[in-house]
Every structure is written in C-alpha cells, then in structure tokens.
C-alpha cells in the first residue's frame, strides 16, 4: 500500500520569497513521486516527476524537489515566488509494474502575497 | 488526439437521475484511470482500465458507479440514481503504458447534483 501526507492545507508566501510545500510518503517499494498542480477550474498539470536516477528534479515554472530516501520525502521549492504560482499543488506516489495508479495527498493551497 | 478529451465539462443533474461521463484518451494508451476530487479534498483513485478489463476497481464508492471501456479506446463512467454527496470533479488520465509513470490528465467533469 501507499500514501501521501501533505501537512496542512493552505501555505501563502510573499511575492519573491521560498516556496517550500512539504511531501511525505510512504510505500513498500521504491517509489515513484510527482507534484503536479492544479490551476483555477483547470485540469492537473505536472510540476515534475522522480523515478529513478539523480534525487534533485527540476521541474516547470522554476520548481524543484528533491527525494530523500531516508527521510521518505519530496518536498517542492522555488526560491522565488511570483504571482502566478497561485494554485493548488499536489503530491503523489506510485509504483511501478503493472496495475500501477498514482495515490495523491489531499494537496496545499498556494497563495501568493504582493 | 493530442490530449485526454473528457465530455460534458459541466453537468448539472437532479438527484435520484442516472449519468454518464465520457473519457476520451490519447490514442495508443492502454491504461485509464478514473479519479474523483470533492470539494476541497484531493483525488481519490475509482477504477483503472488495462485495455478494456479493469484489473482494479476498488475506489468504486458503492454499486451504484459503474465504468466500461471500449477496447483501448473509449471509457464511459456511469452514476445511478446519483446522490448529492456526488457532485464533485471527475477526472481521467492516461497512460501508455502503465507503471512507468507517464500519465495525462483531463480536465474533468464537473458534476453538480442539486
């Protein structure tokens, strides 16, 4: 089984300042991660995925996120927030291998300060 | 097509009717997913499709919800005598092929049940 904590719901930063939203998992297997996020009444769209290979993924829009193993996490960054990054993020995991499916976290809410 | 097509955008219907929400993938992917996000909450996994069998139907909520796929082709999701605790975002993706962690998302049906 596996399952995505994103600890708290709304996270609001000023404009130009870090963006750090948190991700921890949890899976019986090496996992597969992903940030993908969700713009007013849009669809999902992916931020950047890790699956295997070097730990630090850039991603779209300046966004990072690093998987570290020993701290089961993925948690995304951005040094420098903008306007446009409000949105709605979302963590989530999956395996690899047939019958695979992605588990989300309940997701953050960025805001964005002027 | 270019992207995962999902039909109608909106739906408003009066409880206690039955609905049926359409997925369209990208052509040539085997896997599609069914998703299901509430108001505030995040996704939550209902049915995924291998071709046309569905290897997982566990998220289904209750047997009122039902989903079929022609071939690698077309998925119809459908609601009997919907509920209002059904309204909610239905969302679909796509996957060439599963457990690699390429997916496309949709934009979704917004089914609103007053």
């Known amino acids: 089984a596996q399952s995505v904590t994103q600890l708290g719901s709304h996270v609001s930063v000023s404009e130009g300042a870090l963006v750090l939203l948190r991700c921890n998992y949890s899976s019986s297997v090496p996992p597969y991660l992903f940030w993908y996020v969700q713009y007013p009444n849009q669809g999902l769209q992916l931020l950047l995925k890790y699956t295997t290979g070097a730990t630090l993924v850039k991603g779209i829009n300046g966004f990072e996120a690093e998987f570290k193993k020993s701290e089961t996490s993925f948690h995304l960054t951005k040094p420098s927030a903008h306007m446009s990054d409000a949105a709605e993020y979302f963590c989530a995991v999956s395996t690899t291998g047939a019958n695979s499916k992605l588990t989300f976290g309940k997701g953050i809410t960025l805001s964005v300060r002027p | 097509g270019a992207g995962v097509s999902q039909s109608p955008s909106n739906k408003v219907t009066e409880k206690g009717k039955d609905v049926e929400l359409r997925c369209d993938p990208i052509?040539?992917?085997?896997?599609l997913y069914w998703y299901r996000q509430r108001l505030g909450q995040g996704l939550e996994f209902l049915i995924y499709?291998?071709?046309?069998?569905?290897?997982?139907k566990s998220g289904l909520p209750s047997d009122r919800f039902s989903a079929e796929r022609t071939g690698e082709s077309v998925s119809t999701l459908t609601i009997q005598r919907t509920q209002q605790e059904d309204s909610a975002v239905y969302l679909c993706a796509s996957s060439p092929v599963p457990g690699f962690g390429d997916y496309t998302f949709g934009s979704g049906t917004r089914l609103t049940v007053v």
């Open positions: 499709f291998q071709g046309n069998s569905a290897p997982d």
């Open positions: 052509s040539g992917h085997t896997a």
